[in-house]
Each structure stands twice: as C-alpha cells, then as structure tokens.
C-alpha cells in the first residue's frame, strides 16, 4: 500500500549523517535503515534522493529504541555549511540576512520537496514557519533536524554562535530538554501552533560579513540551473492524499469531491488510482490512519478535535476506527507513546 508520503523525497546526503552520529554513539546504523525500508547502499550515492518518510520513520525509530528524543535535534548539530550543495553557497554570499532567508525559500527544492515553507516578516520578529501536512505521519524527529541545522545555518551566516533564536515547535514537551535548550537556546517551547524559527525584524537589512558579490552572483546562476532541472510534479496518488488531509475537516471527502479538485472525472481518477495499484477508499482509510498516529502520538490536541480534524463527526467513531488500526483506544495509543 503507498504511504502518505512515497512522492517526497529527500537528498541521500542525510543519511551519511545519520550514519556518522549513530556509529558515534555506538548504534547499528546498517540494521536500523534496514528496519525503515532503506537500502544502506544508497548512503553511498550523495547525488540520489531518498523517501522523506522512511527517513522520517528511521529516525522516529532511532530516538524510540534509545529512548533519546534529542536525536534529530543533535543530528541537525552535525550540519555544516556545504551540505545542501548550491543552495548553501547561495545563502552564505547573500548581501543580507533578509536576500539570505529569501533565497533559502527560494532554492529550498534543490534538497527537498513537501515541506510547505515560509518566510514571514512581521513587526517585531520574523519568522521561518515550517509545514509538513499531517497526512505525513510522525515526524517530530525530521521537524527537530530541520529547525536545527535552520539554527546553524543562520549563525554561521552572521557570525555569531550565540545569536538568540526563537524557537516554536508543534511537538510534545521532549524528556531530554535540557538538550533541546543546549541546542535551540533558552527561548525554546514546545505545543506550539506552529513550526517556526524566528528572528528580531531588525537584522534582517545586516549585511553578511563574509559574503562574496562575486561568488553570489555565479552561484545564484547554479542554483536556478539547477532549480529549472529539478523541476517535480508530484502523482495523482500523492495529490489525491494532499487533497485528502485538507477536505477532512471540511467535511466532504469522496472520489467525485477529488476528482473536481484535480480537474479529472471521477471514472478517469477511478482508473489513475487503479493504474497505481489501489483505489480512493485505501487511500482515504491509510491518510486517516497516517494522520491519526501524527495528531495523538506528537500533539496535545484534544480527542474531540482530532476527531473532527480527520472528518469524524462523533468521538465514538473515531475511538472504533483507531481501535481496528492500532489494537487500542486513541487515548491508550497516546498514553502508550508517551511512555516510550
């Protein structure tokens, strides 16, 4: 069955990391990509691009089995600037801070698709805001690596190891926070709204000091070389799943509903699903199961919310459908995850 997140994809380099921190701390790197659905070869091919939701599953699976919930968050330490190719050069000879942000949205795609984000300015503080949508699954551990190597990237940028960083996160309240505050800084909170980096508004207009004009200008030329190749359209299945996690709450979510939201019948959406080797009531059943693991395992979202999040109108159906996915009422499930 195609999971809710097969289309995204990731560069391989990351598991290169993965592997270097998890040998430092003595772990079986090669059994646990295994575990994940990950051939252990591909680490070897910087160029390939690898599922973002197997990446994410190794990773929740890591932190898991040793009981360390700081491990995406320390795997982000591990960025240097030069990993993400191009699009870290781009970024590093910005001529401010604000080109700097604005490039990064920019040439995001060159390393990754899927994450829906944003640079948003406001008053007082700016913010990246980072979304992946819920049909994705677990993801705590992929949020904490990306807002991590977020922080690294924007003190490298100016210089300064200690520059204060806000820093909002959707997850749970960790085990190991006095880790996250080592990493992410004192102002940390976690059960936020949002995924979010933010920054005081007015450094945005500073000048990066080790910036080269020159350089900028050759590399900013790669970068949209590069950007016009990687150019991706996501499937029909990956759209109907998008489709899905959005119309949910709204109400309405049948194939007719998705076939007018992709501009097809639904007899020639039928058919794609089929082609595709499943059909709209799978795919619908699997983004539900999907996002019922997301919303009770990694919020504090209310049961009755989550409910009516996934287009359950009473709290008993909800509490039947989680109990034949998962073996346990949604309360059990959320109880049984904080404890591991």
């Known amino acids: 069955m195609r999971t809710a997140s097969d289309d995204i994809r990731i560069g ?8 270097a921190l998890m040998r430092g701390q ?3 790197y090669r059994r646990a990509v295994r575990a994940a659905g990950i051939d252990p070869a591909v680490t070897r091919d910087r ?5 973002m939701q197997r990446v994410a599953q190794l990773l929740e699976n890591v932190a898991r089995e040793t009981g360390n919930d700081a491990f995406g968050a320390q795997l982000g330490e591990t960025f240097r600037i030069g990993v993400a190719g191009a699009l870290d050069y781009v970024i590093s000879n910005a001529p401010t801070l604000r080109d700097a942000f604005n490039d990064y949205m920019r040439f995001l795609g060159l390393v990754t698709d899927g994450f829906d984000d944003r640079f948003v300015e406001q008053a007082r503080f700016s913010y990246f805001v980072t979304h992946l949508p819920a049909s994705f699954g677990p993801r705590a551990q992929l949020v904490d690596v990306r ?6 990237r924007i003190r490298h940028m ?21 880790e996250f505050r080592r990493i992410f800084g004192p102002r940390v909170r976690f059960g936020q709204r949002q995924n979010r980096v933010g920054v005081p508004t007015g450094v945005l207009d500073r000048k990066l000091p080790a910036a080269d004009p020159i350089l ?16 991706h359209t996501p499937d029909t299945t990956s759209r109907v799943i998008t489709f899905i996690g959005a119309a949910l709450p709204r109400g309405r979510v049948d194939l007719a509903a998705a076939a007018k939201e992709l501009g097809v019948s639904p007899q ?3 058919n794609l699903l089929r082609d595709a080797g499943t059909n709209f009531r799978d795919v619908l059943d699997d983004t539900r199961k999907t996002m019922t693991e997301h919303y009770v395992k990694e919020t504090s979202l209310p049961m009755t919310e989550i409910a009516f999040l996934l287009g359950f109108s ?23 995850s904080s404890r591991a």
Do not use: M, N
Request: contains cysteine.
């Open 26 to 28: 003595g772990l079986d």
């Open 268 to 270: 020639s959406l039928k």
């Open 47 to 51: 160029e390939a691009r690898v599922s």
């Open 314 to 336: 009473e709290l008993s159906a909800f509490s039947r459908v989680t109990r034949k996915w998962f073996g346990q009422t949604p309360r059990a499930l959320r109880k049984r």
């Open 158 to 178: 100016l210089r300064e190891p200690t520059f204060p960083i806000v820093v909002e996160l959707e997850r749970k309240e960790p085990k190991c926070i006095a």
């Open 216 to 231: 900028y200008e050759v590399v900013v030329e790669a970068a949209e070389r590069a950007l016009a190749q990687a150019t």
């Open 12 to 19: 391989a380099k990351i598991l290169h990391l993965i592997e």
């Open 147 to 152: 807002t991590s190597a977020r922080l690294i």
